[in-house]
């Protein structure tokens, strides 16, 4: 055995890899970021930092799509160590250990019919009395947005299809979403022509990885450690750039 092979056999003897195991990673579809196809494959901006990150620990990651509501559940009662792409709010910080830094950011905002779109917006939520807001049901749209809700006292739209239909419908006036998500399903689903985006926007919110709380803490030290070599290296930019995703 070669001094140069030596070194790197007793370097993984004396310093194991950390957690290597069986890693499951669920949320669910968030353009760009998570995306799973009919025979099972993934992939995404949160796909390829997991499996960059397991790859380097020893570890073996699979990734399972759900409701979102499902898929929270799992990873608070540790049926999953790893829930893809929440924002961090307190009270889900009750309920999961959140990486140290975020892996993208979202830019939230109003999408309205293109012949209704109001002049009147500046930003201010009073000039929405007197329309009709939709919310998709299970989001968080900020620290601007939130305080607001009881006064706006929004429609739920059950997903972002939903409340898109909704809008086209002329069931509501106004669907607070996000721009990554929202871009590419109203070209999916042929609306172009048909909704435009409100400016100024509502927020922009950082997107996380976060992990159970019972048995995932040294799983996630570990993982934020392994990110930040990744920022460092740069690998998170070219990652970012090939699946259009904005960084924080």
């Given amino acids: 055995m070669s001094i140069s092979r030596f070194a790197v056999f007793l370097s993984l003897l004396i310093c194991p890899l950390a957690n290597a ?5 669920v949320g669910t579809e968030f353009a760009h970021v998570f995306e799973c196809n009919s025979d099972g494959s ?12 397991a790859r380097q620990n020893g ?3 699979s990734f399972q799509t759900y409701p979102w509501s499902r898929a929270q559940s799992m990873v608070e009662n540790s049926q999953a160590q790893i829930l893809i792409g929440p924002y961090k709010t307190a009270e889900r910080e009750t309920k999961f250990s959140f990486a140290q830094k975020p892996f993208y950011q979202d830019v939230m905002a109003f999408y309205v019919r293109q012949e209704s779109k109001p002049a009147s917006w500046d930003g201010n939520f009073a000039s929405l009395i007197e329309g009709k807001v939709a919310v998709i049901n299970g989001w968080v749209y900020g620290p ?3 305080p607001m809700r009881s006064s706006m006292k929004p429609s739920l739209a059950n997903s972002l299809e939903n409340g898109l239909n909704m809008l086209v419908a002329k069931r509501i006036d106004y669907l607070a ?3 990554r998500n929202s871009e590419a399903l109203v070209a999916k689903m042929g609306l172009g022509n048909k ?14 990885l976060a992990y159970c709380k ?8 570990r ?14 930019h070219e990652m970012a750039q090939r699946f259009d995703v904005r960084l924080p």
């Fill in 21 to 25: 195991g069986q890693v499951l990673a």
């Fill in 177 to 179: 979403t996000n721009l």
């Fill in 144 to 146: 601007k947005f939130e």
């Fill in 195 to 208: 909704v435009t985006i409100l400016q100024p926007y509502i927020d922009r919110q950082d997107g996380y």
């Fill in 223 to 236: 993982y934020d450690e392994l990110f930040d070599q990744l920022r460092a290296s740069n690998a998170l």
């Fill in 59 to 61: 570890d073996t990651i």
């Fill in 42 to 53: 993934c992939n995404g901006l949160a796909v390829d930092i997991l499996r960059t990150l």
């Fill in 214 to 221: 019972t048995s995932c803490d040294q799983l996630r030290i």
